[in-house]
């Protein structure tokens, strides 16, 4: 599909064909060299969220080849990056997947925009960066760890493909949405990313804007692939928000939601900033995602017990309006005529956050 990676000779994927909202395109589970480089970097510079030590022996042998280069100059590096430009979770994957390797040394790749989507590496020196990345590289002949491990990655894959992608409803994106999708979706396992998951995209000068899934791996004590059906609400949350998050940049949107969304953040920041939720831009927009996964479980026959399980997983997260932005949402379900797409109901979303943050400042006016 891409060259994000970065071996010429080895690349592990399985193609799914889709109908409906993703037109015929092929959505590939694969793994992707890069993402196991920034990640395997990560961990061995103490990052938590790539420390999660739930791919068994996959981790054994990551840690036993790499921890002797727990004291290499890019390790220290990475370890700056998180500490002064708050370098971390998705940021990472955000790199990963805008890498390329090209005459011996690795670049970023050509896109649309120059700027990397994440903001945390608007004031990274690139060059300084992709060279200590490349010596890194070499020191640790990580390439030949990547090759050596092929096996585990394609068990992996089709564990993914087994187990999650057959359920998968690709047709509701579409019909939930009011849209056909512009963007081309992909699926990478990061075997080193344990129970964290991100949603990125990027955008080749020239091609389709590529959206991707990366999706974290964990095993049993047996060393089998942990993946179910439990894990689809996850996959349908990362695709959400490509339909999603752009709606905010549209015409008065942000402005219109500032307001509310500010008090919103305001009102959850400790659980909020927690998540690596620290702007409120993202609070509604995953806010939005994850009332939209319950939209689909409902349109798609989850039991009740599926639906009240995912909706107390977002409580617990603080995401505590969520039960009325489903209802909200179920209403623009329901009258499709007047709403033909997310797009022409975004007014009445901003209206359901500004009534929302009126009703929580009127119960704290007791408090006067």
């Not at 409906?20 to 959505?27: D, E, F, P, R, T």
């Not at 974290?216 to 942990?226: A, F, L, S, T």
């Not at 939209?295 to 997983?313: H, Q």
Request: net charge negative.
């Amino acid at each position: 599909m891409k060259q994000v990676f970065i071996f010429k000779s080895f690349i592990i994927a399985i193609c799914f064909f889709i109908t409906g909202n993703l037109k015929a395109q092929a959505i590939e589970v694969e793994v992707n060299e890069n993402v196991e480089l920034m990640g395997i970097l990560s961990r061995m510079a103490g990052f938590p969220e790539y420390s999660m030590d739930l791919g068994g022996q996959y981790i054994t042998d990551m840690d036993s080849c790499f921890h002797k280069h727990r004291s290499h100059p890019t390790v220290s590096y990475m370890k700056d990056l998180r500490k002064e430009q708050g370098v971390s979770f998705d940021a990472v994957m955000d790199m990963a997947i805008r890498l390329q390797r090209k005459n011996d040394g690795f670049q970023l790749i050509e896109e649309e925009k120059d700027d990397l989507q994440d903001k945390r590496w608007d004031t990274v020196n690139k060059e300084e960066f992709l060279s200590l990345l490349e010596k890194f590289y070499q020191d640790t002949e990580f390439h030949t760890f990547f090759i050596d491990h092929a096996s585990l990655y394609q068990e992996g894959i089709k564990a993914y493909k087994e187990k999650v992608m057959n359920g998968f409803n690709q047709d509701w994106y579409s019909k939930f949405y009011g849209k056909e999708a512009q963007e081309r979706f992909g699926i990478i396992i990061g075997f080193c990313n344990g129970g964290g998951n991100y949603g990125i995209d990027r955008h080749r000068k020239g091609e389709i804007k590529e959206v991707y899934a990366v999706v974290g791996y964990y095993v049993n004590k047996e060393g089998i692939p942990q993946y179910n059906a439990d894990y689809l609400p996850t996959l349908i949350h990362e695709f959400n928000h490509s339909f999603i998050n752009y709606l905010l940049d549209m015409e008065d949107n942000r402005e219109a939601m500032k307001e509310a969304g500010e008090a919103l953040l305001a009102s959850s920041f400790w659980a909020m900033n927690k998540q690596a939720y620290s702007n409120w831009e993202t609070v509604v927009n995953e806010s939005l995602v994850r009332a939209a996964v319950i939209c689909y479980m409902l349109d798609n026959g989850y039991s009740k017990e599926d639906v009240r399980k995912e909706m107390n997983e977002q409580l617990q997260r603080n995401f505590r309006w969520i039960p009325g932005l489903v209802r909200t949402l179920r209403k623009y379900e329901q009258d499709r005529h007047l709403y033909p797409n997310l797009e022409s109901f975004y007014p009445q979303i901003i209206r359901f956050f500004h009534e929302y943050i009126a009703k929580v400042e009127k119960d704290l006016d007791i408090i006067s």
